[in-house]
């Protein structure tokens, strides 16, 4: 056991500052020597212009990062200015107050009117509070007093008009991540919204910094979810969406054109091909996200995920960004089952992500099996698609891709007749020569799904 007596390393340390702190003197009484009372030194630190002392100010002994109401307008003006410019990136979130920068008038018109949820600053004015024209704070009560029954009487017949309002509102709305039918899908048609799904997206959502949004040029209103964005915008507003329009080989020039221009006004967009030896549009993507990786300075990487609908090529992306086959790839939906990580750089991953589906009001079963989400072998008909796709693709791609007349007397009027005549050319008979529809339709909706047969949803005027 030790001795009791023995000084701890603690005494011996405020020892060793009583001896070596005190002053050391010459024969004039002029300080030249101590640890503690040296000019140039702090402690046992030596001072340098960068440990210097704090300067003596006033300012260290007042209110800090105040802000006047004339300052926090116009902060507020530049900083709405910023947020609806897609190419301007806010770097220091946290240490703004995003919570009063919210623009009033639209917080007025989000709650109607004078409401506890639209803000202290919009019900209680600041000339209000303060400065000569200030009223007392008084609690609105003149509904609740003794002798104003009638208004007592009618809040419970307010509050129910007001909800009956809100609810014919809300069944009025159309689009993204709003469902209203009238009978249930069939489980095929609901490939792609499965629990497991939507887990596997919110994980790549959440450990994300930048996020790339896949869009099929040939489809651009049926491949682009709106209601991801309208939940970044409002959940994870400091994560960057960038619109990736891949596939562009497959539809004119001008139409790639105009939906870049389009999109571009929304978001950064970014054209590309998806190739491991003709590759477009990989550069400038490598570039933006170096450029991402570069405002990120503080962190030690940054993660991209990799989104969108089912085989829209997501997994082919980041192939050709890291030019080698890491993603399983196939040309059918949903070969992507979990998401995975990939190396990019060394301070920048890729994150590969299962194709969702957002069910809207307006999807069919039609727009599901046309958009890519469903195999075509494992329709029940097929045959009832091809009307949909003789819509949407010209009448000589058909003729010339089957090598059908598009004219003349050889020529099909009806999707059943186009179905036998590709089955005859192609050789798909079953027993005693009859045609058979259902493998000549699975080929023709595979063809239509892979770009074999053009086709593409112009842009807007």
Not at 123 to 138: D, L
Request: contains cysteine.
């Amino acid at each position: 056991k030790a001795d009791s007596n023995m000084r701890s390393s603690a005494t011996i340390a405020r020892l060793k500052m009583y001896n070596n702190g005190k002053a050391i003197r010459n024969k004039e009484g002029k300080v030249v020597g101590g640890q503690f009372m040296m000019a140039d030194r702090a402690g046992d630190s030596k001072i340098t212009a960068a440990t210097g002392r704090i300067a003596p100010d006033r300012r260290w002994f007042g209110n800090t990062r105040v802000v006047a109401p004339t300052e926090l307008d116009a902060f507020r003006e530049e900083m709405t200015q910023s947020m609806a410019d897609p190419y301007s990136v806010v770097i220091k979130r946290k240490q703004l107050p995003m919570g009063l920068l919210k623009d009033a008038a639209e917080l007025q018109a989000k709650h109607g009117g004078t409401n506890s949820s639209a803000g202290l600053l919009l019900n209680e004015p600041f000339e209000h509070a303060f400065g000569t024209k200030s009223r007392r704070k008084r609690v609105k009560v003149e509904q609740f007093m003794v002798g104003n029954a009638e208004t007592l009487a009618n809040l419970p017949d307010d509050d129910a008009t007001g909800y009956k309002s809100l609810l014919a509102a809300a069944q009025k709305t159309s689009g993204e991540g709003v469902d209203w039918r009238t009978e249930k899908k069939d489980d095929l048609f609901l490939k792609g919204q499965s629990k497991r799904i939507w887990g596997e997206f919110y994980k790549v959502l959440d450990c994300s910094d930048v996020i790339l949004h896949i869009i099929d040029a040939r489809n651009v209103p049926g491949t682009r979810c709106t209601m991801i964005e309208k939940h970044i915008a409002k959940n994870a507003p400091h994560k960057h969406l960038v619109f990736v329009l891949n596939k562009i080989d497959l539809v004119p020039n001008w139409v790639a054109k105009r939906w870049i221009g389009e999109l571009a006004q929304i978001r950064p967009t970014i054209a590309f091909h998806a190739s491991m030896t003709h590759a477009f549009g990989k550069g400038a993507l490598i570039s933006l996200l170096r450029q991402f990786g570069k405002l990120a300075s503080d962190k030690k990487q940054i993660s991209v995920g990799v989104i969108g609908y089912p085989n829209v090529g997501k997994s082919s992306v980041i192939n050709t960004l890291i030019s080698k086959k890491s993603c399983k790839v196939a040309p059918v939906p949903g070969e992507t089952k979990i998401w995975q990580y990939i190396t990019l750089f060394r301070n920048i991953y890729l994150i590969d992500c299962p194709g969702v589906v957002v069910d809207t009001a307006g999807d069919t079963e039609i727009d599901s099996v046309l958009k890519g989400d469903v195999r075509a072998e494992r329709l029940e008909c097929p045959e009832d698609f091809i009307d949909a796709i003789q819509a949407a693709v010209k009448r000589e791609h058909i003729a010339a891709m089957y090598g059908v007349p598009k004219s003349g007397d050889d020529t099909w009027s009806t999707s059943i007749e186009l179905l036998e005549k590709i089955s005859i050319k192609c050789g798909r008979l079953k027993k005693g020569g009859e045609p058979c529809l259902r493998s000549s339709a699975i080929t023709l909706i595979n063809d239509f799904q892979r770009g074999r047969l053009p086709h593409y949803v112009a842009p807007p005027e």
